[in-house]
């Protein structure tokens, strides 16, 4: 380079080097020593900093930054449906609900270990919660992670075999880290989708974890995969390497409307008093969403 412009630059020749600085640092992408580095030169200069503490100082701002944005791209990818963690989980909610287990598996070497998590419960008693707050997790210690229900994933598997793409979704499916299939046992599954999803569990057996939620015992599964062979087989792999976590308990959602329905009836004023059967909620009355809600 021909930069030389004498011992003392001003004016535009002084603006020449954070001119071409811009632009290589756009060249060679690196967002956050872009738009930091003029604040942390002034920074340094207050500072007293020497070059290579600068430079240190850009780079773990740059590197923190990716960081970020590369936990934030994986989370994306998961396709949760809703972001949850086990910070907003009460466990005093669900008290058959083993914490000490829960806990260490947000730390996630059952992932490195591929092993797998099946959480067995009614409904509403934060099945789906856990297996969001285990997959959070995942993505923010670089675990790959997909989330999907049972019934969309063998859609999606048929879809994918007609389409003749089945090898292509079946490598993704493999090639993910952590695999979370909520909600099996709500739909019952077609035959030719039931042994896709076995097949998919097959592969994956020893090579990556799966997340299990189900509303339903192990008992009840051939009637979901509509074969005790298919079943046997499918449970004898996927609980080799298994953690359970065992959720029956009250429903979440019912007990919070019931506390809803109970604080909204202590609200009534007290003038228009009624006798009891008149303030009573009939059936009608009742959450909606607790009749239709299948999750
Ligand atoms: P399930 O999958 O077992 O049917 P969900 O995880 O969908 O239940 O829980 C239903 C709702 O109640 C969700 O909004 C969930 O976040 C919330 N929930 C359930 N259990 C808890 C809990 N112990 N602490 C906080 N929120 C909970
Ligand atoms: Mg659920």
Same mark, same amino acid.
């Given at each position: 380079?021909?930069?030389? !412009?004498?011992?003392?630059? @001003?004016? !535009?020749?002084?603006?020449?080097? !954070?001119?071409? $600085? ?11 020593? $872009?738009?930091?580095?003029? &604040?942390?030169?002034?920074?340094? !200069? %207050?500072?007293?900093?020497? *070059?290579?503490?600068? $430079? ?9 930054? %990716? ?11 998961? %396709?949760?449906?809703?972001?949850? @963690? ?27 270990? =591929?092993?797998?998590v099946i959480a067995l419960g009614n409904s509403g008693t934060g099945k789906t919660h856990v297996a969001l707050a285990l997959g959070l997790a995942a993505c923010q210690r670089g675990f790959s992670t997909f989330f999907l229900t049972a019934h969309a994933l063998a859609s999606q598997l048929m879809e994918a075999r007609d389409e003749k793409r089945l090898l292509k979704l079946q490598a993704?499916?493999?090639?993910? &880290? ?5 909600? $099996? ?21 020893? =090579? ?5 939620? @189900? ?25 080799? *390497? ?8 009250? @429903? ?7 506390? =809803?329905? %109970?604080?909204? &009836? ?10 009891? *059967? ?5 059936? *009608? ?11």
């Amino acid at each position: 380079m021909t930069a030389k !412009a004498g011992p003392t630059p @001003s004016g !535009a020749t002084a603006a020449v080097p !954070a001119v071409l $600085l811009a632009h290589h640092l756009k060249q060679l992408e690196p967002p956050t020593v $872009l738009r930091e580095y003029e &604040k942390v030169a002034r920074e340094a !200069a %207050r500072d007293g900093v020497d *070059h290579v503490r600068y $430079l240190l100082r850009l780079v773990e701002l740059e590197l923190l930054d %990716r960081e970020r944005r590369v936990t934030e791209r994986r989370i994306r990818e998961a %396709r949760f449906p809703t972001v949850k @963690s086990f910070d907003t989980f009460d466990f005093a909610a669900i008290p058959g609900l083993n914490k000490m287990l829960a806990l260490e598996l947000g730390r996630c070497a059952f992932i490195a270990r =591929r092993e797998n998590v099946i959480a067995l419960g009614n409904s509403g008693t934060g099945k789906t919660h856990v297996a969001l707050a285990l997959g959070l997790a995942a993505c923010q210690r670089g675990f790959s992670t997909f989330f999907l229900t049972a019934h969309a994933l063998a859609s999606q598997l048929m879809e994918a075999r007609d389409e003749k793409r089945l090898l292509k979704l079946q490598a993704q499916l493999q090639n993910v &880290k952590l695999l979370i299939v909520d909600e $099996l046992g709500y739909v019952p599954l077609s035959q030719v989708g039931a042994e896709l999803l076995f097949e998919v569990f097959s592969q994956r057996y020893e =090579r990556g974890s799966i997340i299990v939620t @189900s509303n339903l015992p192990f008992e009840e599964w051939p009637a979901v995969f509509r074969s005790e062979r298919l079943t046997g087989a499918l449970l004898d792999r996927l609980t080799h *390497h298994v953690h359970i976590l065992e959720m029956n308990g009250e @429903s979440y959602r019912l007990k919070q409307s019931a506390g =809803r329905r %109970r604080a909204a &009836k202590a609200e009534q004023p007290k003038a228009t008093v009624r006798p009891d *059967h008149a303030a009573a909620p009939s059936e *009608h009355d009742r959450d909606p969403n607790a009749a239709s809600q299948l999750s």
